[in-house]
């Protein structure tokens, strides 16, 4: 079975940092593009950071210069660190995998096959 387990998230001031963990398995995790979004209540689910198999990322206007997305293909484990948190960065975070093959890797939900449960972060 395909799973996607992100972990890492918590409660964290304004300011601070945190970094998330997506751990995938069931699917070939090499062929995959993969992807972080967030969606706080009462918004939609918002692509804030993605790489492609040739490890090009792409990130969100509201994230640039903030988060960045890497990946241990050896562990199949997705990263994304977090710095200088806001409080609008608070939502549930999920982790994507996106069997597809342009450039740049995509950020919008449609292109996503595979979805975590999410993780929650609160910035205060």
């Known amino acids: 079975d395909v799973q996607l387990v992100e972990s890492g998230g918590g409660s964290v001031q304004a300011g601070g940092s945190l970094r998330l963990s997506c751990a995938a398995s069931?699917?070939?995790?090499?062929?995959?593009?993969m992807a972080w979004f967030r969606q706080a209540p009462g918004k939609e689910r918002e692509g804030i950071a993605s790489?492609?198999?040739?490890?090009?990322?792409r990130y969100a206007d509201s994230v640039k210069g903030r988060f960045t997305i890497s990946q241990d293909r050896a562990k199949n484990t997705l990263y994304l660190q977090m710095n200088s948190l806001k409080p609008e960065d608070t939502a549930m975070y999920y982790c994507?995998?996106?069997?597809?093959?342009?450039?740049?890797?995509?950020?919008?939900?449609?292109?996503?096959?595979?979805w975590g449960q999410g993780t929650q972060v609160t910035v205060s």
């Open positions: 994507a995998a996106a069997l597809v093959c342009f450039r740049p890797p995509p950020l919008h939900p449609t292109h996503y096959n595979y």
């Open positions: 069931g699917f070939t995790y090499s062929v995959y593009y």
């Open positions: 790489v492609d198999t040739g490890g090009v990322t």
